[in-house]
């Protein structure tokens, strides 16, 4: 089937919510890697995210390019097309966009996006974040509301940003001095963050609040999580605007994390979960692995020849796509999302 529509994609996210389950959100920077997490959507029949970062775009457009619109643009037409032959849905989405690359990278996308809708299309994109996490949250939803507005009117979902994920990722979030309290979203932010975001008429959108998540890996009980933040602001949105009123939240900063605080936050509404850096390392260990153990053969050493079939980068690639699809089951076991896509109902 095609990547998700609209309507397709609203009834994944109110699926993961009520039934307490979650997509893996997989960021990719090549028709390899996207081939590989579309691989192991299909082997699992589970619907996923397959999402793209400016670092990642700027990657896919080659060094002879470094165009970051353009390499966003060419993964997702590949996912479009490769997507249309496989039985599950996914959706397509940019990662961690900060304010100084709205102009340049988000809204491009976005016309993009209204350009093909006009000719019956769907949209290039059928999410975006915006990582203004770094304003303070009035400037934040100053920004995004506006965004959103314009979103609405293609079908599009926006991710937002309050509360800083620490680490790094292709520039985005926090640095190592980032004050504790930043780390951790505060349950009236939530409220300020759902009443401006509900101004938008039909609006939908995710919430990245964090609670001590950060990018990277980090060994055992390096990183503090405090999942139950997410309960209090759901809590306090219900308290202020009713029982109906929920967020649809993204747990960023998702590899390395323990598997009881991947279950916890389930329960507090956590629909999407990132997860790059472990997804980069499955990839890269049997690359490596290549290497070492074919020397003689990816090297022409002491004169000699090599072995064509070890130095062929397909050799080596399939490697690291068969094990980054791995890593991408294993994400869609432990968010219980495996046999749950609507395409299988």
């Known amino acids: 089937m095609p990547v998700a529509d609209y309507a397709t994609y609203v009834k994944m996210l109110d699926n993961a919510y009520q039934n307490n389950f979650a997509y893996p959100a997989i960021n990719v920077s090549s028709m390899v890697t996207a081939n590989a997490a579309l ?29 970051m619109v353009m390499g966003a643009i060419s993964l997702a037409e590949h996912i479009h ?9 996914v959706a397509i989405h940019t990662d ?17 996006s209204e350009r093909r809708v006009a000719e019956g299309k769907l949209p290039l994109y059928q999410s975006h974040m915006l990582d203004a996490s770094i304003l303070p949250v009035k400037e934040n939803m100053d920004l995004a509301v506006p965004l959103l507005e314009r979103m609405t009117k293609i079908g599009q979902i926006l991710e ?18 980032m004050p504790d309290e930043m780390l951790y979203t505060t349950p009236e932010d939530m409220v300020y ?33 405090k999942p139950g933040i997410l309960k209090e602001g759901q809590d306090a ?3 202020k605007f009713g029982e109906d009123a929920y967020f649809w939240l993204v747990f960023h900063g998702g590899s390395g994390s323990e598997k009881h605080e991947i279950e916890e936050t389930l329960g507090y509404g956590v629909v999407k979960m990132n997860v790059d850096t472990d997804c980069q390392y499955a990839f890269t260990r049997p690359v490596a692995a290549h290497m070492f153990q074919n020397y003689d053969g990816v090297l022409k050493i002491d004169g000699e020849v090599g072995a064509k079939k070890t130095y062929d ?14 890593r991408v089951k294993e994400a869609c076991e432990d968010l219980h999302a495996v046999g749950k896509t609507l395409g299988s109902a």
Request: glycine fraction near 14%.
């Open 39 to 67: 691989k192991a959507f299909a082997d699992l029949k589970s619907d996923g995210i397959i999402q793209v970062s400016t670092g990642g775009g700027k990657f896919a457009s080659g060094l002879v390019n470094g165009d």
């Open 81 to 89: 097309r490769v997507a249309a032959k496989l039985d599950v849905n």
């Open 96 to 112: 961690h966009c900060q304010p100084g690359n709205v102009d340049d990278f988000l809204i491009p996308l976005i016309e993009e």
């Open 160 to 177: 937002v940003e309050a509360g800083v994920v620490g680490g790094e990722e292709d520039g985005a979030a926090g640095s190592d001095d």
């Open 193 to 225: 963050v759902y009443e401006r975001l509900s101004e938008v008429e039909g609006g939908r959108y995710m919430f990245a609040a964090t609670f001590g998540n950060v990018h990277g890996a980090y060994k055992p009980g390096a990183v503090k999580l």
């Open 237 to 239: 949105i219900k308290a």
């Open 313 to 326: 980068p397909r050799a080596y690639l399939k490697k690291g796509e068969e094990a980054m699809a791995e």
